[in-house]
């Protein structure tokens, strides 16, 4: 596998991540319980990056900055991967 193929196959990871804590940030506006199965999803898929962001970076006053951090961070790399193209 090329450099080239790699990098692109990681941009589009990257891409797809994005999309998905995005995507549960707009669910978690409509159902905060996570009672809907698309939600549920979206936060066992999501989880994973998020935890040891809030080990770091606790929660103030009851808000969770640790998606926009991780959103961030996502952004940032792939701004690294496409000036590597």
Same mark, same amino acid.
């Given at each position: 596998m090329s450099t080239l193929s790699l990098i692109g196959l990681l941009s589009t990871?990257? &891409?797809l991540l994005e999309i998905l804590f995005?995507? &549960?940030f707009i669910a978690q506006i409509f159902d905060g319980a996570g009672s809907n199965p698309i939600t549920r999803f979206l936060i066992e898929v999501t989880e994973p990056m998020l935890r040891p962001v809030r080990r770091i970076i606790p929660s103030a006053g009851g808000l969770d900055?640790?998606?926009?951090i991780v959103l961030f961070g996502l952004v940032f790399l792939q701004?690294?991967?496409a000036r590597s193209l």
């Open positions: 990871l990257i &891409r995005i995507a &549960r900055f640790s998606p926009m701004n690294v991967l």
